[in-house]
């Protein structure tokens, strides 16, 4: 059992950055692959990044070069630095784990608007 926690969203204007953290609590973090999604108003949930528990790392083409995904196991925490941020950024952005079974948090808000 893993439970997740997101948090770092907010309100920013266009081109600016926000970090997400999503700190997990449980055994064994490391061996969780972990993601980011985001589900916008009206629109389905979409994946955003991944990274695998040796560190390899994925983007979602609408996020590529301006979204890094990091992982600290040390303090078991994901995080999602997002840069240059755009209007159609704006959604919940969820954080999950998966091992077999997946997990998921409660959300954190991101929007962008001027």
């Known amino acids: 059992q893993v439970q997740l926690v997101e948090s770092g969203g907010g309100l920013v204007q266009p081109g600016g950055s926000l970090r997400l953290s999503c700190a997990a609590s449980g055994r064994s973090f490391s061996i969780y692959a972990m993601g980011w999604y985001r589900q916008a108003p009206g629109k389905q949930r979409e994946w955003v990044a991944s990274?695998?528990?040796?560190?390899?790392?994925n983007y979602a083409d609408s996020v590529k070069g301006r979204f890094t995904i990091s992982r600290d196991n040390a303090k078991n925490t994901v995080y999602l630095q997002m840069n240059n941020l755009k209007p159609e950024d704006t959604a919940v952005y969820y954080c999950?784990?998966?091992?077999?079974?997946?997990?998921w948090g409660q959300g954190t808000q991101v929007t962008v608007s001027s």
């Open positions: 990274i695998t528990s040796g560190g390899s790392t």
């Open positions: 999950s784990a998966a091992s077999g079974v997946q997990y």
